[in-house]
């Protein structure tokens, strides 16, 4: 069973900038779509941005466009989440999952195999 593992998280001041990656516990025959998701403290998991397998299609949470880009190195199996103009508000766990299918999606069902997360803290 591949299980993501999520790293890149810390502390950063608000207007500061962080990279996530994702990257599958061990490496799979085929690619697949990658969500990623936060859960800030006391919150629902909301949705922030995927990528589908090739790596040509993305989506984003309204609050994250044009700050966060979502993007995918096959030769390292891993995704990337480069976060840019980080406000108090993008505190949160952030997690990713393997999609079905295609992707991306935007639906937390459609992901599955999450990581444990990694702590993303803005400081004002």
């Known amino acids: 069973q591949v299980q993501m593992v999520e790293s890149g998280g810390g502390l950063v001041q608000a207007g500061g900038s962080l990279r996530l990656s994702c990257a599958p516990s061990r490496r799979a025959s085929v690619t697949y779509a990658v969500g990623w998701f936060r859960q800030a403290h006391g919150a629902e998991r909301e949705f922030v941005a995927a990528i589908g397998r090739s790596g040509e299609h993305a989506l984003y949470a309204d609050s994250v466009k044009g700050r966060f880009t979502i993007s995918r190195d096959f030769a390292e199996n891993t995704v990337y989440l480069e976060m840019n103009r980080l406000n108090p508000n993008d505190t949160a766990v952030y997690s990713c999952?393997?999609?079905?299918?295609?992707?991306?999606?935007?639906?937390?069902?459609?992901?599955?195999?999450w990581g444990q997360g990694t702590q993303v803290t803005v400081s004002t």
């Open positions: 999952g393997k999609g079905y299918g295609l992707g991306p999606y935007s639906a937390r069902e459609q992901y599955d195999s």
